[in-house]
């Protein structure tokens, strides 16, 4: 039998970012919780920021996630609206790896595609598959059902980074490696 792993998926977004924790065990997968962190839009970026900060720690630091995945950002024509998700992308990314916690990102359509068989499913079909392969998931909102998505999608995807791990020539590590691991032994 497989060794259960939980797995956080965040969906970022400045005003609404999305999460969703999910066991996979093997191919076996069991709904855990999920949510949304928002950020107050009459506030200042630093501390909208700053709230997503807080609020992705505390998911963190309660459910203690072995595996992170996050959705990676795509490239619209509002480059404001662009600049500002990749920020919250940026605080999504750091607090699992601040915590030590391996991360994963994902394209759009491959969730999609994963979840749901098709690259470019609509929302009604990613939440209505969520629904079916996570059948005790409750979420009121979209944010979290995409954030179920994304955990589900690591899930399916998970055996091919270990093996890309596993096989990659240890001089990617790089100089700063060594570094970064004693920063977060420190930590």
Known sequence: MSTPVRILGIDPGLRRTGWGLITATGTRLAYGDCGVVTSDGDLPLALRLRELYEGIHRIVETHRPDEVSVEETFVNKDAQATLKL?????????????????????????????????????????????????????????????????????????????????????AVAGPGAARIAAALAKG
Request: aromatic share 4%.
């Open 86 to 170: 990749g920020h919250a992308r940026a605080v999504a990314l750091l607090v699992p790896a601040l915590a030590g916690i391996p991360v994963s990102e994902y394209s759009a359509n491959l969730i999609k595609k994963t979840v749901a068989g098709s690259g470019h499913a609509e929302k009604v079909q990613i939440q209505a598959m969520v629904r079916f392969l996570l059948p005790k998931a409750e979420f009121k909102v979209a944010d979290a059902a995409d954030a179920l998505a994304i955990a589900v999608t690591h899930a399916s995807h998970r055996g091919a980074h270990a093996l890309r791990k596993a096989h990659a020539p240890a």
